[in-house]
């Protein structure tokens, strides 16, 4: 009979992981599946497991090949895939008991050719959020497409997701050779789709550990390998999806860059680093470069001039900052917003500075604490800051709005950051039910607006008008 789903798993010495793998694929609540272990030419334990696994569950199928790496792995068991659905797994990572059940079953309620879902990091046992995947699947949501949730740009690994075998074909999908062979593949189905479904829960354990070839990322030649898929997908996006490629790109400068800046932390012959820095720059779009958040526009500049030594330093100073670097004024009659980064109006270096630029990056950050009924109104008090400036806000205005009327409050300061007002209700008369509160502040000539959120939930904060009806309001007396 011919399975529901093909799951192929590529192997390569991996021992001490391989059985927790098979063991999580066996106890999958779809039963109706076929597991292909491609064995990579492993010269460990590992084959011994998987003959274990094929001997007592007729599910698992074994087949081997030389060590080729695991693109031509992959294609290998794709080639032995008998599955109306295929499903990528690695060898060392977990799958959760339901994640095939429920990708497959939203594939079968919509009907697009692959459903994604959110990625979870085991760590030395321990799971936490992948920071690759992290703003992505906040929320489910089915029959999108890429070009429509650029954030999917961010989703560029193949075995959190199931796709339907004909879709597969169709679109000639194939892994090329090297180590980040599923980048390209990742996001060429992504594009190529008609639809993709997205699940809002954890679906692929992904697990570090310090002896996989990705972790070996600050080497010359694995940073050459990785600026390969680079320029492969950049080459697809730019001839099938343009409008995606500075999503891409600022991915690449967010994530992938900083295994260069390691790199050159700790290798003394900096000379052919950087003059891969310089191949990697010049494929980035310039719009991009130039739009980076700040520091991170420093460390470009430090790395185009070739300065190290200085780079480096910022480095150290970044990861000395954990919860976050901060952004000052300065300028009396106009004042400008930057970076309080090293090297800032450095006579020796010259660094422009509109590398330090910080304005862009400024928000406003608005919470309400507490809300309550003094018998007469409502007292609601709350903080109101700018993310990363450490100083008084010179002037704040609040507005309440149900989206048609506006209504002004009286804001009392409380404190470097507190901030306090009343609600009659009765100035809330004729208005809809729910209404939201705005705070306009303005500072040194910089003006934000925000709306406040619920302190503890960290949800949009909303104003519920009580007795409200449809004939009318019944004020509290």
């Known amino acids: 009979m011919i399975p529901l789903i093909s799951v ?24 109706d599946f076929e597991v292909i272990l491609v064995d990579d030419g492993s010269a460990d334990g590992s084959r011994r497991t998987a003959d274990d696994f094929v001997a007592r569950d007729p599910r698992f199928v074994l087949i081997g090949q030389r060590n080729e790496g695991p693109g031509p792995a992959r294609n290998a068991g794709v080639r032995q895939a008998r599955g109306t659905y295929l499903a990528f797994a690695d060898s060392d990572d977990v799958v959760p008991p339901q994640a095939y059940e429920r990708l497959v079953g939203m594939l079968a309620e919509t009907g697009s050719d692959l459903a994604c879902g959110a990625v979870g990091r085991l760590v030395d046992g321990e799971l ?17 497409h890429i070009t429509d ?21 169709r679109s000639g999908l194939s892994f090329p050779a090297g180590i980040y062979e599923d980048v390209p593949v990742a996001m060429q189905a992504h594009v190529l789709a008609t639809s993709v479904d997205m699940l809002g829960e954890v679906v692929y354990h992904w697990r570090r550990r310090e002896a996989s070839i990705t972790q070996h990322r600050s080497e010359l030649s694995n940073l050459r390998e990785r600026l390969v898929a680079i320029r492969s997908v950049r080459a697809f996006l730019d001839e099938r999806a343009p409008e995606l490629i500075d999503g891409f790109d600022s991915l690449v400068l967010e994530k992938d860059i900083v295994f260069l800046f390691q790199a050159l932390e700790s290798e ?4 052919p680093l950087l003059e891969l820095a310089d191949a990697w720059l010049s494929e980035l779009s310039p719009r991009v470069l130039a739009t980076a958040p700040s520091l991170r526009r420093l460390e470009l500049h430090l790395l185009s001039r070739g300065l190290v030594r200085e780079l480096c330093q910022v480095r150290d100073f970044r990861r000395a900052r954990e919860e976050g670097t901060r952004i000052v004024p300065r300028g009396w009659r106009v004042t400008n917003w930057y970076g309080d980064y090293p090297f800032f109006r450095d006579r020796r270096l010259r660094i422009p500075d509109d590398v330090f630029d910080a304005r862009d990056e400024l928000k406003l950050v608005a919470r309400v604490e507490r809300c309550e009924w003094t018998g007469a109104e409502y007292r609601l008090r709350g903080q109101v800051a ?18 048609r009327r506006k209504i002004p409050l009286e804001a009392r300061r409380s404190g470097r950051y507190g901030v306090v007002a009343s609600i009659d209700p009765e100035r809330l008369a004729g208005g809809g039910p729910s209404w939201r509160l705005q705070a306009r502040t303005e500072t040194r000539g910089l003006v934000l607006k925000s709306w406040f959120r619920d302190g503890e939930a960290n949800a949009a904060w909303r104003f519920s008008v009580p007795g409200w009806s449809r004939s009318g309001m019944d004020m509290p007396q």
């Open 386 to 403: 700018i993310h990363r400036v450490d100083r008084k806000i010179g002037k704040i205005d609040l507005v309440l709005s149900d989206g």
């Open 8 to 31: 192929i798993v590529p192997f390569h010495d991996v021992e001490p992981y391989i059985d927790q793998c098979l063991t999580s694929l066996a106890a999958q609540t779809l039963k």
């Open 128 to 144: 936490e959020e992948s920071t690759l995947h992290e703003k992505v699947f906040r929320r489910p949501e089915l029959c999108t």
């Open 149 to 169: 949730k650029q954030v999917l740009v961010r989703d560029r690994t193949v075995w959190n997701k199931v796709y339907r075998r004909d879709f597969w074909e």
């Open 268 to 271: 003394e012959d900096s000379g």
